[in-house]
């Protein structure tokens, strides 16, 4: 067993805690859903993402009482320690979950000094802990993990998210998808971004880009590609993921070739540096 650090130790067990929760939910809504209009379903999803919330915020707090946080549905709560902040999301992929279809996660992050510092991911279903803390290297249930060495575009397989009802720039992301599709060896869209990014840290997916993504979503799985060997930026190769320029991961040698087939799509560049 890979040592882990008391930080990941923290992250870790907080995750594994909400966790039991989420689970739990997902099997009693299969129940519901036969039974009960659209609203039932999303009330209770919503209700299992509070809950979720809730378990990993007394756990993090515990452990860290002067720590602030970032949290995707109660927002932000200040800590007296301004250098290490919390970025949680306590259900990524709520679509899914919705569904019943077992592909979610948690996702915490640790910010230090305004940069992440060490990220978990959780998915409950497949029982997959991806961790990672800066310098340390990024490991999947104790194993270390790196990017994919792939080299050509064409052998390459990306992930990304579809813009949905409500969201903006369907047209500019079906361009994005129109390039990169046209050259590459597939696209997969699996619903929740932070797997998308820990899946690029274990090397199986080759790059991923999506547009307009939260802090929540993203810290993490920053933390995991960057300690597995891989390059993280925004979709124009700068640093703005954080402030609306989209994130695009992927292993070093493909990075510029996808934030050229990104860019190619979007008539003014998404963020630049
Ligand atoms: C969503 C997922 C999804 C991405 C969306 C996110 P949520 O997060 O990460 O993959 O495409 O943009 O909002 O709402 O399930 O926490
Ligand atoms: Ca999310
Ligand atoms: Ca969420």
Redesign the pocket.
């Known amino acids: 067993m890979a040592y882990r650090s008391p930080l990941l130790n923290v992250m870790t067990a907080a995750a594994l805690k909400a966790a039991k929760g989420l689970v739990r939910d997902f099997g009693e809504l299969e129940q519901l859903q036969v039974s009960v209009s659209k609203k039932g379903p999303a009330d209770f999803v919503s209700r299992a993402d509070h809950r979720s919330e809730s378990v990993l915020r007394a756990e993090l707090t515990k452990a860290r009482p002067t720590y602030g946080l970032l949290m ?1 549905e109660s927002g932000l709560h200040p800590g007296s320690d301004t250098s290490n902040r919390w970025v949680v ?1 306590p ?6 979950f919705l569904h019943g279809i077992p592909h ?1 996660s948690i996702s915490i992050a640790l910010e230090r000094d305004g940069e992440p510092y060490a990220g978990v991911i959780y998915s409950p279903i497949p029982d997959e802990m991806f961790v990672a803390e800066k310098g340390t290297g990024a490991f999947l249930n104790g194993r270390r993990l790196r990017v994919s060495g792939r080299r050509n575009v064409e052998e390459a397989l990306f992930a990304t ?3 949905f009802l409500g ?1 903006a720039n369907h047209g500019l992301f079906l361009r994005q998808l129109g390039a990169v599709m046209a050259v590459s060896s597939g696209v997969r ?6 797997l ?1 990014l820990a899946w690029v840290a274990a090397g199986r997916y080759d790059g991923f880009w ?1 547009n ?3 802090a ?2 993203i810290a993490a799985g920053i933390v995991l590609v960057r300690e597995a060997g891989g390059f993280v930026s925004d979709l124009a190769g700068g640093r703005k993921m954080f402030t609306g320029g989209g994130v695009l991961a992927s292993n070093t040698a493909l990075h510029e070739s996808l934030i050229g087939l990104v860019a190619q799509a979007s008539p003014h560049p998404a963020a630049a540096s």
């Open positions: 995707e999301d259900l990524d992929g709520t679509t899914n979610f998210g579809i813009p969201l869209r699996y619903g929740s971004a932070a998308d999506e307009g993504l939260n929540w979503d």
